[in-house]
């Protein structure tokens, strides 16, 4: 992947016609969906082809549905892994050989997993992961607790309490008796059992995590390896999973990584913030880091590294926004557990900078983003292309389209869309943005990046302080002023930090860079980076060698500035060192600031290199300045969703105005050697700017013609091949009156538009129309009201139309009486009723049960009504005419999760057991048949139903979900035990579980499935 980085001896001269020439290992690299339809190799073919011709050079392969049911999708035709699967993957590698295209593979084992662990620990019971949970009891007198029926007890504690309930001493551990503890001691005090639960995957188990890579990874090796290096050129890892709380290894391997006993201590994971308990806390997550580092982080970059390959990666939420809780909850320690990636970074709800900021300290070629999920059919090219502005800025290079689908199947399957290809109106030009894109992150991906400011990680600070239970207001207070500095990059909800807001870039910085960073020239110097000032956000507690190395930093000119508090405790060392470094505060000598606000005046001893209206990025190649400016911060759109919540991104409510670009606009620059040219990333063409010398500057004028990007290169007066911007332009008035011709674009050939398949573009179709209902006296094709204004039509979608009314949600006693039979003027409903209307092919119109599996998946649901939102004792009452030629004998289905009671032609035909859905004999009549039925929900719910009439009722039945007859209760277990017989000897069964907590499935005393907490 660093095949591409400038070498010390190449010239500006020779960058330049690299950039000219896009890269083809710098174009988009989509994520290619193999699901919705059986696999096919023309088809594959030919789809990379469409790509190629796009200008897309990359693929990532993934598999929504790898091996059963996931996000409401079918599982996918073949499942992940199969022979069946490994042919197709292997003659798309000969062909994408022969295409140029390269490949990038999934693991399969975070997002959208293929239960391969579950597999792993299914035969391997030791593998299983382990959390810490507990269970209290507060008061006076004699305390008991046992531990829950899964658990695994560890240890047991009391607390003292006061007469508020606060601590009101130190711990005290107690013995347990098996599985329970208990104590007499004298007041109110809160006894604690500690225990662990299995749960999920081991990654702190080395050799499990062997077993993963070697299930994976080197399957694809030996499947796969002749491929490696020109055509599989990496690897794509989408959240993994956390690094649980415990581990059938961490007890000994914690006594030998820090010399004491952890359960000894245990306690402190949940009560105390005193110092003991800090250090505990800290040692605790230090180890958690340190064993997944050496289990699964480092194996897998050693192994890309052996390979030739590199991994790309985006975490979890709140792990990759940067929140340091959060990962810390997740991954331990982010930063030092995600050096171990060649491309770290994520998708649009996480954070370039932090990522961007890992890339420059460990060397790192590229920065991942995967972007835009979810962001709908309708966006343009323009507009996603603003929407990148602020992650190139902050330093991502590596552009992940999502997505790219193998199928729509007829326009209804779709997976968090757009689907970025062939598929779009806009791809008869897309290999313009695609080059423009590789452009940009090819030039952004050499040389290093400039920046004066670096902002501690507040790691310690925050393992110091998060419990097993959540943070304490020391480690939140740290993430809170972390995140007010640096700001966030959620999609449509970006938050400007205080630097951002200041126009100052910088990196955050990790304990371990700063440990092993060399002071000299004012500056810490880590690797090509340099930084004169440093940042500490509101950190209670940080190491000791931090401290000395910062210590060293302010003796040798850095600025240091401590937000909120300085540190009042400093791990492994005397009181002496520890004075030692405050004193630097007391003394002025470092800066102690009560807010973030007034961090921009205690910066401006440092001067600005760029002055500009929005935040730069400075980079460096070989000698030559390079910057890149965007016309608007953080882009031209502007979110206009009015929910207060935090899923703007998936209904993408926004307005793109590109008024609102700075074009052109004005920056200043100091410090720049030689002289400034325009790269322009649309066309490869290199132009002069205009630059005025002012006092000790020098200001130029960009010009954001081609695109809201620029790009700015400092080099000498010896570069050839620069293109004169400008010249001669004339206004033609093309006239108020235009013809336009319709040109299809699209292709139908394997049936992503419509049903059934054929090659070439659908007709051209209109779904949406208006209707308007004649009165009397009034004759719509007389008075042509197809000719007139359509001011009092009512729009209408086809296929869809009103076929019952009900009453609107009311109490159960305020619930109608049913009718007796149809009224004379044929009006069902009753004063304040609603229609129901939906389609007898689509359902209800844009069913929401859609968006949390973001997207239809070729099925429509078969609840066709949906009431909304409904609380205990409150229901609906719904009725409709059916018509029917003959008398005939048939069964009422009725399905919802409510009670249910149903009349036909005014006759009671019964009231439903328990269950969703209901079946009843009932007896239709030739002609007009009055139905009427009442759902009263037994709990607050999301009312959905549908109705049927149908003639086989056995058939038509449908599994029911198993609800434990009583509560169930935390870390216990629950058994569900059915007996069956078969007439003939089995060969192979496939069940199909859902369940909402972890399962297993055993089948005549043997595992044979283990599902749940792997993904």
């Given at each position: 992947?660093?095949?591409k ?23 988009p690299v ?10 096919e ?13 796009g ?21 996918d ?24 295209m390269?490949v ?37 007198g ?18 003292p ?50 077993k ?44 030998q ?57 985006d ?42 900021s ?93 920046c ?54 910088f ?48 003796e ?33 000598k ?48 502007v ?114 538009l ?120 409150s ?8 018509w ?132």
């Amino acid at each position: 992947m660093t095949s591409k980085s400038l070498q010390a001896t190449q010239t500006l001269d020779q960058l330049a016609q690299q950039f000219a020439t896009p890269q083809k290992e710098f174009s988009p690299v989509p994520i290619w969906w193999w699901s919705g339809d059986q696999l096919e190799r023309g088809r594959l073919r030919w789809q990379m082809e469409q790509l190629i011709k796009g200008g897309v050079y990359n693929v990532i392969i993934l598999n929504l549905a790898p091996t059963s049911p996931l996000y409401g999708s079918d599982p996918d035709r073949p499942h992940f892994l199969t022979e069946e699967w490994w042919g197709h993957f292997l003659n798309m590698c000969e062909d994408a050989r022969e295409l140029g295209m390269r490949v990038w593979f999934y693991d399969q084992i975070g997002f959208s997993g293929a239960n391969l662990q579950g597999v792993i620990v299914r035969d391997n019971p030791i593998y299983a992961g382990q959390a810490l949970n507990s269970v209290t009891v507060e008061g006076t007198g004699t305390l008991s607790l046992e531990c829950p029926s899964e658990g695994a007890p560890i240890a047991a504690a009391y607390v003292p309490l006061d007469a508020q309930g606060n601590p009101s001493g130190a711990p005290v551990s107690i013995n347990l008796n098996g599985r329970t503890a208990s104590t007499d001691a004298v007041g109110n005090k809160r006894l604690r059992l500690m225990y662990a639960i299995r749960r999920g995957f081991d990654y702190f188990n080395a050799e499990g995590c062997d077993k993963l890579i070697d299930t994976v990874h080197r399957e694809f090796e030996r499947r796969a390896g002749q491929y490696f290096g020109d055509v599989i050129v990496g690897s794509f890892q989408d959240e993994l999973p956390s690094m649980l709380t415990w581990s059938s290894v961490f007890s000994e391997s914690f006594r030998q990584i820090k010399g004491y006993d952890l359960t000894e201590s245990i306690i402190a994971l949940w009560e105390g913030e005193d110092a003991h308990a800090e250090q505990v806390r800290v040692d605790y997550h230090q180890v958690r880091a340190e064993l997944a580092e050496k289990a699964i982080f480092k194996p897998l970059f050693d192994w890309h590294r052996q390979h030739g390959l590199v991994c790309g990666v985006d975490q979890q939420s709140p792990g990759r926004t940067g929140q340091p809780t959060g990962g810390v909850q997740q991954y331990a320690n982010y930063m030092q557990t995600h050096r171990w990636y060649d491309i770290p970074g994520s998708d649009h709800h996480g954070n370039a900078k932090i990522h961007s900021s890992i890339a420059h300290l460990y060397e790192r070629p590229r920065v991942w983003i995967e972007s835009f999920h979810s962001s709908g059919w309708g966006g343009t090219l323009e507009e996603t292309f603003d929407w990148l502005l602020p992650w190139l800025r902050n330093g991502a290079t590596l552009y992940n389209p999502h997505a790219v689908y193998y199928s729509t199947w007829g326009g209804w399957y779709e997976w968090a869309p757009p689907s970025t290809c062939w598929r779009q109106p806009y791809w008869q030009h897309y290999s313009v943005y695609a080059n423009t894109i590789a452009r940009l992150c090819f030039l952004l991906s050499q040389g290093s990046h400039v920046c004066d400011v670096g902002v501690l990680y507040p790691t310690t600070t925050v393992q110091s302080g998060l419990t097993v239970d959540g943070p304490l207001a020391s480690a939140q207070a740290a993430n809170d002023m972390y995140t007010t500095i640096t700001g966030t990059m959620m999609f449509l909800q970006m938050v400007a930090g205080t630097l951002e807001t200041d126009k100052r870039d910088f990196d955050v910085l990790d304990d371990d860079s700063i440990q092993r960073g060399q002071v000299s020239n004012e500056a810490l110097q880590i690797g090509a980076e340099q930084y004169k000032a440093i940042v500490l956000p509101d950190c209670k507690v940080i190491d000791g060698k931090t401290a000395a190395q910062l210590t060293r930093f302010v003796e040798g000119g850095g600025l240091l500035i401590a937000i909120g508090q300085m540190p009042d405790h400093i791990l492994g060392v005397g009181a002496g060192q520890a004075k030692a470094f405050q004193d630097l505060f007391t003394s002025g000598k470092a800066i102690l600031l009560s807010k973030a606000d007034d961090l921009a005046a205690a910066l401006k001893s440092i001067p600005q290199q760029v002055e500009a209206p929005v935040p730069v990025l400075h980079r460096r190649i070989n000698g030559a300045d390079v910057l890149f400016v965007p016309a608007a911060s953080p882009h031209a759109t502007v979110n206009t969703d009015t929910h207060s919540d935090s899923l703007s991104w998936l209904r993408a409510n926004y307005k793109f105005d590109p008024a609102r670009y700075q074009n052109p606009m004005t920056i200043t620059v100091r410090g720049f050697e030689g002289t400034p040219q325009l790269w322009d990333a649309v066309t490869g063409e290199r132009h002069p700017v205009k630059a005025v010398a002012k006092g000790d500057g020098v200001e130029i004028e960009i010009p954001f013609d081609s695109s809201p990007a620029a790009l700015l290169i400092w080099g000498d007066d010896t570069l050839g091949n620069v293109v004169e911007s400008g010249g001669s332009s004339s206004v033609s008035d093309l006239g108020d009156v235009w013809t336009a011709t319709l040109e299809q674009t699209l292709d139908n050939r394997y049936g992503d538009l419509t049903k059934p398949d054929f090659e070439g573009a659908p007709a051209v179709q209109t779904w949406s129309l208006a209707h308007r209902t004649e009165q009397a006296g009034e004759d719509g094709v007389r008075d042509q009201w197809f000719a007139g204004e359509a001011s009092n039509w009512q729009p209408v979608m086809t296929t869809f139309g009103t076929y019952g009314t009900w009453s609107g949600i009311r109490k159960a006693k305020e619930l109608p009486t049913p009718l007796s039979a149809v009224p004379a003027n044929g009006q069902l409903a009753g004063e304040g009723w609603c229609t129901a209307e939906y389609s007898l092919q689509r359902g209800i119109y844009k069913d929401g049960i859609h968006v949390p599996n973001l997207g239809p998946k070729a099925h429509v649901p078969e609840e066709f009504l949906d009431f909304g939102h409904v609380a205990a004792g409150s229901g609906v009452q719904f009725r409709t005419t059916v018509w029917s030629d003959e008398d005939k004998s048939c069964f009422l289905a009725l399905a919802a999760p409510a009670r249910k009671r149903a009349w036909l032609n005014g006759e009671a035909v019964g009231e439903s057991a328990p269950g969703y859905l209901w079946t009843i004999p009932v007896q239709l009549k030739a002609g007009m048949n009055l139905l009427e039925w009442r759902l009263v929900a037994e709990s607050e719910t999301d009312l959905r139903a549908y109705w049927a009439f149908v003639t086989d009722a056995e058939a038509f039945a449908r599994p029911e979900r198993m609800i434990p007859a009583d509560k169930a209760q935390r870390d216990s277990r629950i058994e569900y035990i059915y007996s069956f017989e078969v007439d003939f000897e089995p060969t192979s069964m496939v069940v199909q579980i859902s369940a909402d907590s972890s399962c297993k499935l055993i089948v005549n005393g043997v595992e044979v499935g283990r599902q749940g907490g792997f993904d």
